[in-house]
């Protein structure tokens, strides 16, 4: 079992940036692949970016160039460094644990979700 516990959620100007934090409990996190997803209202859940554990990236067009995803296995810690950030990266955004194998694009390869935390970006 693994919980995760996202923060630094918060409303932020176009153009601006943010650092989220996903901690994680279990002392194998750093074998897993983690992933950030995110989910803007009335949308479905979209993934953003992921990291394995040997701190290959990958990301989602959207966010390529903007974001970045580091973990620190020391800590049971992923980040998301958002910069540039744009009103259409509002959004509820989630860490998770990549459980099986297929694309990393995957939300239902993932699973032990965080609770989320809340990005708005507006002027």
């Known amino acids: 079992q693994v919980q995760l516990v996202e923060s630094g959620g918060g409303l932020v100007q176009p153009g601006g940036s943010l650092r989220l934090t996903c901690a994680a409990s279990?002392?194998?996190?750093?074998?897993?692949?983690m992933g950030w997803f995110r989910q803007a209202p009335g949308k479905e859940r979209e993934f953003a970016a992921s990291?394995?554990?040997?701190?290959?990236?990958t990301y989602a067009d959207s966010v390529k160039g903007r974001f970045t995803i580091s973990r620190d296995n020391a800590k049971n810690t992923v980040y998301l460094q958002m910069n540039n950030l744009k009103p259409e990266d509002t959004a509820v955004y989630y860490c998770?644990?990549?459980?099986?194998?297929?694309?990393?694009?995957?939300?239902?390869?993932?699973?032990?979700w965080g609770q989320g935390t809340q990005v708005t970006v507006s002027s």
């Open positions: 279990g002392r194998t996190f750093s074998i897993y692949t």
């Open positions: 998770a644990v990549k459980r099986s194998s297929g694309n990393y694009a995957e939300s239902g390869t993932y699973g032990y």
């Open positions: 990291i394995t554990r040997s701190d290959s990236s």
